[in-house]
């Protein structure tokens, strides 16, 4: 089953705008990451935020963690049709060996229209 | 540094058929992991591995299995397909071998369907 749950599951927005993702996930983690993911290809790494940290940034992202509502979510300013991919976020159990294994959300797909 | 790659690409594959999906990591990478996504079920953690040895399994029957060679190049072989095997099969590495999660780094996949 799916540790996290992301919030909404479509978001289309006009270039120039700003799009939030939300994930929520159930058990203490080590981290949170964010993935891209092309239509159906590869998924590209976007961002680490680590259990003791609330806020990350990397060029137009932006990351918050609140492990007290087990939930992070995922701002992206100044959105570009380049965008345009499916977005999820990704956990791993603390405790325990969690060697390599990530486990995802639903995800969100975000469209960026021209 | 050259991605990771895999391969092949695309396969079609009939029901009762054996498949073997190959993933180059990055140079240096020494943990491989595997997950398989669908429409229904999402990403799914399949395996990892490390040193040629699995460290972590998730929960999918026997028929899945996988192996690392001493290159860190890994395989994955599912027997007896089902048609409900039908998915994208993405492999990650990772250059940390420690316990937790570290950035993955993402192949293509291999499209695999079984008709």
């Known amino acids: 089953s799916q540790q996290g749950e992301e919030d909404p599951q479509a978001l289309s927005i006009q270039e120039g705008e700003n799009a939030t993702m939300n994930c929520s996930y159930k058990t203490s983690i080590n981290n949170l990451q964010w993935y891209r993911q092309n239509s159906g290809r590869g998924l590209v790494h976007l961002i680490l935020?680590?259990?003791?940290?609330r806020e990350k940034h990397s060029g137009r992202l932006r990351v918050t963690l609140d492990t007290s509502k087990k939930s992070s979510s995922l701002l992206i300013t100044a959105s570009r049709a380049a965008d345009t991919a499916s977005y999820f976020c990704?956990?791993?159990?603390?405790?325990?060996?969690?060697?390599?294994?990530?486990?995802f959300g639903q995800g969100t797909i975000l469209t960026v229209h021209p | 540094k050259a991605g990771v790659t895999q391969t092949p690409r695309y396969l079609i594959k009939t029901r009762g058929q054996q498949v073997t999906l190959s993933c180059s990591p990055i140079s240096g990478h020494r943990s491989v992991s595997w997950y398989q996504q669908t429409p229904g079920q999402g990403l799914q953690f399949l395996f990892e591995y490390f040193s040629e040895t699995q460290r972590n399994k998730g929960n999918f029957p026997g028929r899945f299995s996988g192996r690392q060679f001493s290159n860190s190049r890994s395989e994955m072989n599912v027997s007896t397909l089902e048609l409900g095997d039908s998915a994208l099969y993405l492999c990650?590495?990772?250059?940390?071998?420690?316990?937790?999660?570290?950035?993955?780094?993402f192949g293509p996949g291999t499209r695999l369907t079984v008709t």
């Open positions: 935020i680590r259990s003791n940290e």
């Open positions: 990704a956990t791993d159990r603390a405790g325990g060996t969690s060697y390599g294994k990530l486990t």
């Open positions: 990650a590495s990772s250059p940390l071998g420690l316990a937790g999660s570290y950035e993955q780094y």
